[in-house]
């Protein structure tokens, strides 16, 4: 494992999603409404009383971002989505993305017909087109994605798969943000579609690739793994 960075993060302990973005989590006996980042349903640890992590923040309408949850091994998962990109964004600057290594962040949220995809990398063969996903969903050794129907999701696989066919590179990322996951596949029952536009897209030459990320306790982002076995 290797340290990509540090957070400043309070333990907490989850009491309930008040809607899409909003939860209740219990600080030091204080109730505090959290930020949630993840739009996924997140069934799995929105669970009351399940002892999570959190990041103050100043000013809006939340106290603080829900960042992650402790699991049984002792290190957490990362939901929160920006602390994901974060992550990765760090990994990819300090060179510890194996298959990335002599890349750099060209441009990011960028414009690509009717969306908007997260990264354009420049390396030594080029460009290259790419979106990031949240893979928080877990079966065993598996990381999945999605957890439910992603309209959103689906456009960004075929912009990658119409940017492939136009003669650019392109790929697609999944963060396992899942402490010990070892493999990631697309979860059938969150959005079949999904998983058929990534077999159209990997049968059309995009990349997929997954690493997996977790939190320790004392708040250190670690790499686990910098290339997970994909299946699709």
């Given amino acids: 494992m290797k340290i990509i960075a540090k957070l400043n993060i309070v333990e907490c302990e989850f009491l309930e999603r008040l809607n899409r973005f909003v939860g209740l989590v219990k600080i030091n006996g204080e109730i505090k409404r959290a930020l949630i980042t993840n739009t996924g349903r997140l069934e799995e640890f929105m669970v009351t009383g399940r002892k999570a992590f959190c990041m103050p923040k100043l000013g809006g309408k939340t106290d603080c971002i829900l960042i992650g949850f402790a699991e049984e091994n002792g290190r957490g998962a990362i ?10 964004e760090k990994a990819v600057e300090k060179g510890m993305i194996s298959w990335l290594k002599d890349c750099r962040i060209k441009r990011k949220e960028v414009k690509v017909g009717k969306s908007r995809l ?18 928080v969903l877990r079966e065993g050794k598996y990381a999945m994605y999605p957890d439910c129907p992603s309209v959103r999701g689906q456009k960004h696989i075929k912009e990658l798969i119409e940017l492939k066919e136009k003669g650019s590179k392109a ?43 977790s939190l320790l306790p004392s708040g250190e982002i670690v790499l686990e793994n910098d290339s997970l076995k994909v299946e699709v």
């Avoid at 939901?79 to 990765?88: E, G, L, N, P």
């Avoid at 030594?124 to 087109?129: C, F, I, T």
């Avoid at 995009?206 to 690493?211: L, P, S, T």
């Fill in 171 to 213: 790929m697609i990322l999944f963060i396992g943000a899942l402490p010990g996951v070892e493999k990631f596949k697309p979860y059938e029952k969150g959005d079949p579609k999904i998983a058929e536009l990534l077999r159209e897209a990997k049968a059309k030459g995009v990349e997929i690739r997954a690493i997996c990320i």
């Fill in 79 to 88: 939901i929160d989505t920006r602390t994901q990109a974060r992550a990765f």
């Fill in 118 to 135: 997260d990264y354009l990398f420049e390396g030594p063969n080029g460009e290259v087109w790419a979106e990031m996903k949240s893979a």
